[in-house]
């Protein structure tokens, strides 16, 4: 499994996002690292249940944060988009909800379920809306300036 790293090419060119996205990817980063030890104690997948609450909880808000943006913006593959992230919570739910049962094995398949997601995601779907919300952006300037040209 390829090490998760933030690097340039997960930038989609809007701060807050990228800012959302690299916190994202080092808590999915931490949980590739602790799932990586060999032999593990109990209190390892103590640890890895914790990142995976983790990695829920600020998936959670960040995505909430993102919807309302694409709202805003009325970004018309916004209903696709929502899925996506819907189908990565409704796994990492279920991934948890297994996870007392047989941690080993939930552990490794957590692990390799948010490694690809996550890079996917922001390298495809986050991507893909980028450029329009940059366009809204300045057409929205364009309005605001033509406002205080008039005024
Ligand atoms: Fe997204």
């Not at 690299?22 to 593990?40: D, S, Y």
């Not at 104690?41 to 995505?63: P, S, T, V």
Request: glycine letters at 4%.
């Amino acid at each position: 499994m390829e090490g998760l790293a933030w690097d340039d090419s997960c930038k989609i060119d809007i701060p807050l996002i990228d800012e959302r996205n690299q916190r994202l990817m080092e808590i999915a980063a931490k949980l590739q690292e602790l799932a990586a030890v060999k032999r593990k104690k109990e209190e390892d997948f103590e640890n890895i249940g914790e990142a995976l609450a983790d990695i829920m909880e600020f998936a959670r808000m960040h995505f909430n944060e993102e919807e309302r943006i694409l709202v805003g913006k009325q970004y018309p593959e916004l209903n696709q988009h929502k899925r996506e992230h819907k189908r990565f919570i409704k796994k990492l739910m279920g991934f948890r909800r297994l996870f007392s049962e047989d941690p080993a094995k939930v552990s490794d398949d957590a692990t390799a379920y948010v490694a690809s997601w996550l890079p996917d995601h922001i390298k495809e779907e986050d991507a893909r809306y980028a450029p329009f919300i940059r366009v809204q952006n300045y057409l929205a300037e364009c309005q605001a300036m033509g406002r205080r040209g008039r005024s």
